[in-house]
DNA sequence: TACGCCATTGTTATCGATAACAACACCACT
DNA sequence: AGTGGTGTTGTTATCGATAACAATGGCGTA
């Protein structure tokens, strides 16, 4: 008759091969003193037990988690997956694992889980964007622990920085539509309060337009975050009927741009030749649908390249002040606008 | 000038206060029994000290760690990215995090994933598809936890399974396409070896060739997973130069789908006149593509939260035996198909 | 031969919270 | 007044791996 038995530990382990615990350990880390055969023979006795290494103990006593926590605002954007992607590869080679939450586009939720992360005790922190709560900005600055904010460029940094300035990207977005020629230009995005990066966005948008001279009025706020497809092709709609004379409309991500690509296909709107579309982001889809859509590249993966490097030199001690990588965007124009 | 002083434990928060640990302890806890009184000082206190609870310690002593351990394909796919969401949401309510690792659809990959997430003693393991090497098998089967594989329908599961059959959801897409008058019928998946649950779809597609007794040579294999809009354009190109004849085709995502159409959309090929297309997975850009596609909805969302209610479920010891959670899929029929 | 270095292994105390048990004060009811 | 229950707090030992230090044996070199 099968008895419950509690699950073997490295004390059980170390009796079968004959050696102490602390070989057992010692077995189990990479590079550590060990003899190729007593190393051998420990793994062998573990298999043979079924033993699985406890991390939670092994955390408490060496007070290193190996985790990096990161948030998001949203698990279901290809642009943070992207990120978090590149990041995971990049720092997994080293043993870390990614403890992964998302924030909803919310502050007070990002404050939540930045607190609920924090007690997991990881090596490091990273976070989407460089808004947040009083009381998340001090339970950063107070872990210990390096902080890296992303996707954005803070003007006081919590510690180090892999971003861009949304603003300036959709700046230049701007400068070109104008140097070609379209003049009535909208912009299709979340409301104000919420996504910052779209308000970001949006503001760059609005001071571009007024550096130009232009009419800023055409701003459709396509509701709270995210915003994809079909809030798109919905503002899409809107704007037709509130400004039908629009030349050029520019998105915040290009989720939203295929959608009002597609409600122009719907209601046949030429484009870009009566309305010109940009986007944000330059997700797959923009450059696989037809036409194609100019849109912004703003290096997701290499933000999540750039922050495992930091990271990783932080922890290794090789960097002992704040980082501050900036990405440059790059504005790819296809065939929805000139 | 600063010293570096070690961050606050729980002695210290509770010498502040005047109390026990233990008090402090129960404090911290949802529905121990402290007074509404003692509770505020104590929690008081920590924000003072800055005290983080730290889970590390309290892992170990409780044998808890409140995690959900998780592994999915690729964290770039928005099916999975919803099962996962909305698990996540279900189980955060009661305090329980994600423990997320992906795959990259590879079963040696998952071996190593899951061993490394073991190690870190989560309450329960919900992992996607049901084919495993054998010692993951043997991992997941010995770690006394309940396992969930989901997004399948094992003949033999480990634990617990919530899911659907692919072969089954594909076949019944068939059998509606030749029910009004297609005949030369393709199949664009991945190569076979990787992604089991599209080689399932594509099983259920032969299957249901022969069953009608159709041609069953059709079939693009579009390189190794994630097979997405890009590879579904290349697929529809190989396709149309073999087979010029073909009729419908049917593809292992949306994702591939739409970059099918989109290829077509590039050659000036009527869809569906020419060509009917089906889809997998009801993706938000199907339903928002001109023209939209016809697909299958296997209810992403749901097979998260019904794992996730599954999962509590055995956690309250409200279930004792294996439970086994069968999705039925449903075709959606647009604009792609007739 | 003697010395010291290195590789390998062992011993002891500890990381910080909490399970299990004990104790105390206070109140209601007989 | 005595009894029992409830709500609140305290004490002690412990979860399982490992940091820090110690010890051993083998080998090369002077």
Redesign the interface.
Known sequence: MDTIRK?PTMADVARRTGVSPMTVSRAFKRDSSVSQETREAVLLAAEEL?Y??????S??RSQR?DFIAVTIPS??N?NF??T??AL?DRVSERGL??????TNYDVAEEERLI??L????PEAMVVTGGKHTPRARK?LA???IPVIETWDLPEEPIGHVVGFSNALAVREMVNHFVSVGYRKIAFIGGDASRDTRGTDRRAGFIAALIHHGLDTSRLIAAGPPPI???EG?NAMGQLLERFPDTDAVICVSDLSA??AL?EC??RGIAVPDRIAIGGFGDY??G????PSLTTINAFASEIGAKTAELILDVLDGKLDQPGRVTIRPDLILRQTSR
């Not at 699985?52 to 103990?57: I, W």
């Not at 924090?118 to 005790?121: A, D, Q, S, T, Y």
């Open positions: 699950p079924g699985v290494f406890d991390s939670t103990a955390n408490l988690t698990i279901n290809a997956a992207d978090v992607r995971s694992q990614i403890l992964l939450g998302y607190e609920q924090l007690r997991r005790k339970l107070n872990a210990g994809s497809m079909r092709a295929f959608g597609t296909q719907r797959e889809i450059a696989i649908c037809v």
